[in-house]
């Protein structure tokens, strides 16, 4: 595994083996890898030739008061985790890289990007969507790829690729989850033993939705209050909404089209979102 620190080192190694014809996947992540971010790396090393993973702890998408200063980092693991899930070229880049003096120009991503995260992270998606469209620019993969646990960061990551005509495939790959359900996250090694016990009862409540759903439950605050009422053990909920899984407009009445429910919720201080497509 090459490691390329600056983005002209990491397109020196894409050069050669673009101009081979080789097939070339990104997976763009903040690192502290676990299985999530591992699938990811399958997923691009299964249909593409060369993989390139980016770590990169993005300042432009934390508010004022969030965790970019605390947010997990392990380098030496993550390094290891790429080695062995077969990446290609790991991509380092310090903020100074992404973000030089007198950096100015941002991604602003429209109504997609306004509900949900979107409303209580101000700022959020257009410091996502700005790296993002960034790393797309820096490493010109044919294809990149993105968690489902993210639903609506995909939508906008895919929304800005088709607005702003960029080349590039945008795959989004299931959630991975624990064996108890809970779904994969850098942000859960922030919870004790005892809030990771009680984080549980997030995906708890999705599944029991989706489950209803599959049952022929098809009235939308039905299946949300089926849902709400496992999130017991939570500190707050932040939200819980069903919604159009493409525009991400809210459902109301009854689902006939492809849905999405969506919370995010504290336990303690950590914030932790999932989602079931229903
Ligand atoms: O999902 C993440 O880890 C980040 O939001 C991303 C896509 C790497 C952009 O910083």
Do not use: W
């Not at 894409?14 to 971010?37: C, D, K, S, W, Y």
């Not at 508010?63 to 985790?81: A, I």
């Amino acid at each position: 595994m090459e490691i390329a620190d600056t983005i002209a080192q990491v397109r020196t190694a894409i050069r050669e083996r673009r101009q081979a014809g080789l097939r070339v996947g990104l997976v763009p992540t903040m690192g502290f890898l676990h299985n999530g971010h591992v699938a990811l790396i399958r997923e691009s090393t299964t249909s593409c030739d060369v993989t390139v993973v980016s770590i990169f702890v993005n300042p432009t998408q934390f508010g004022p008061n969030e965790d970019l200063s605390t947010y997990p980092r392990d380098l030496g693991r993550d390094e290891r985790t790429c080695i062995d899930a077969g990446v290609n070229i790991l991509f380092l880049p310090t903020a100074a890289e992404i973000y030089p003096e007198e950096f100015q120009t941002f991604i602003e991503p429209g109504r997609l990007a306004e509900p949900l995260c979107g409303a209580v992270r101000p700022g959020h998606f257009r410091g996502v969507a700005t790296v993002v469209a960034k790393l797309l620019n820096i490493v010109q993969p044919d294809a990149a790829f993105f968690g489902q646990k993210d639903y609506q960061q995909v939508a906008v990551v895919r929304r800005m690729v088709r607005d702003l005509d960029m080349p590039v495939e945008i795959v989004t790959v299931p959630t991975v989850r624990e064996a108890d359900g809970l779904a994969m996250s850098s942000r859960n090694a922030y919870l004790s033993v005892s809030q990771r016990e009680r984080a549980t009862c997030i995906s708890r409540g999705l599944l029991a939705a989706q489950a209803a759903f599959r049952g022929g439950e098809h009235d939308a605050s039905k299946l949300v209050a089926i849902a709400g009422a496992e999130m017991v053990d939570i500190d707050s909920l932040q939200y819980l909404e069903l919604r159009d899984a493409e525009t991400l407009e809210p459902v109301i009445g009854s689902v006939t089209r492809s849905a999405v429910l969506l919370a995010a919720a504290f336990i303690g201080s950590t914030r932790l979102i999932d989602n079931v497509i229903l």
